[in-house]
């Protein structure tokens, strides 16, 4: 007879084992790539034969083929956070503090480009620039990540606004401050980590995108997850393992960055 | 009710009584200048393109600023192909199968996150999430085809352990794209069981404990039955996410293709965008619905009005 206690304890180390194979399947994808760029061999070897940060210097040395591109995806990140986190964070405040008639539809067209399939909302740009002829590059690319960017902010400020009592903006207004004082002073302040939260998220949406970028980008000026993309037809290098590890570390920097003004972990 | 209480709500109630009437009155003037910018950016650069996409898949044939003959020929042509058919199936299969994996793998990594009481050690295993989520998909599909490729470094430690000589197949097939998919999810999935199994208070559990039910008991009696919203809610959502993507199927797939890599296909190879259209119309269709009964199950119903 095997005791209750003995079953109690396998179940406790089983439980474990399971937790622990979960962590290391989530992680190791990401880690493996690390470890690909660090060995000196053209092939994957494993476990690698030195450390060697060469292959950093194979990638920037290409710099038409990784550079640039490099440049390219973070200027456009940059300027579709910053456009996304200014109509988007407006659109939430008229939302949430004016409410306008048809207001939880309004919330709905603001919302629609995350249910779409950014693969459609890809072919749907292209064929609409097509149209109008403007033609695919650096303008199409910022407004189809915009597109996709700006729910993220208006969901995130939402929520921010609705989390504190409207009537500390009220109390501002009576104690004499002006609605630009107000927002600025008491509103700002208190939707910070919404306003924050959107804006990484349209930026890393927009720094990390492949399928509406897919549609727009032009022949001889691509983004640096669509150039990682194009070569991985063609294997894997060191090299792509090394712009590839670039890649991740910039979006974890900007992490970082923005967890010096809010607590990220609470974004999750 | 506390006198600070007591104030805030009479104020609340002056403001609703005397205020309020008036700002609305000027709202519709504040309204234009502030919600204008980002509807109207919308209504451009999204619902115009799908429209004129609607219309596009309608048409037999693209030319630009003109409007063919409207025909049912390109949905015609999918429902009569074994091919598109059984890309669907496929598609919708793979649906099935990757948000009911991400969701059993992800539950106890649920459980277990909400459950840790240390902040720091919290925090850690959050990263263990969080980092693969804000890693891009392209470089993360990038390290599964380091581990799955023939040479990768999976059938060389098979190989190394003698279980197999040869290797085992799992990149090009929808065993790679199974694979990546359930990777590039399973965040998705934790964090919204994690919502779920948070507002489970764990004195339920110590109390169903106390009085003799087994691990096992609480799981199936407790937690599951009070988690069913969020499971039910995160399968809706991974499904119609994994139905949508195409980077991973893409990398992974080979010549298996999604409904999105056929819509591709058919744009960057073929150029004939009238069948794209009309395919991308037939998955907007699964998402759309997918994500509306979602919403109608009230998952993810924002909470702004």
Redesign the interface.
Known sequence: MVSDRTVERLGSYAYRTILASIYAFSILPVLIVFVMALGPSQTLQFPPSGITFKWYFVAFAQFAEYGKPLMFSLRIAVIVGVLATVIGTMAAYALVRFRPQFASNIQGVFSAPLTIPQIVIGLALLIFFYQVGLQTGELALIIGHTVIGVPFVVIFVSVSLNEFDEALELSARDLGADRYQTFRYVTLPLIKAGVFAGALFAFITSYNNVPVSLFLIKPGQTTLPMRIFQNLEYGFTPDLAAIAVVQVLVVFAVVALVNLVIDVTEIF | MSIIETG?QA??DI?QRY?KPGL?QL??F??VP??G???L???V??????V??VS?SFQAE?V??TVSELTFGNYLKIVNDQYFINTLIRTLLMGVAVATTTLA??Y??AY?ITRTESGRRR?V??L?????Y??????????????L?E???LN??LRWTGLINGAVKLVNNEWGIYIGLV?VF??IAV?SL?TSLGKIEPEMEHAARDLGAS??RVVTRILLPLSKRGLLGGFLLVF?LT?????TP??LGGNTEVM?TA??TY?GYLTN?NL??AL?MV??GF??TV?VISNYLGQRR????
């Open positions: 805030r104020r609340t403001y205020v609305d709202s519709s504040k309204t502030t919600l910018p980002g509807l950016f919308l209504i650069f999204f619902f115009l393109p799908i004129i996409l596009i693209f630009a600023g793998i992800g106890p990594v277990h925090v295993f959050m263990m999430i969080i980092v693969p804000l890693t891009s998909v392209v470089v993360r599909t990038f390290g599964w085809l380091i581990i490729l040479n990768g470094f060389t430690f990777h399973l965040p964090i994690m691990r096992v119609a139905i949508s993507s195409f980077t893409s990398i999105a819509i591709y744009v965008f794209a259209a991308a998955l907007m998402a759309v994500i924002m909470e702004v009005v």
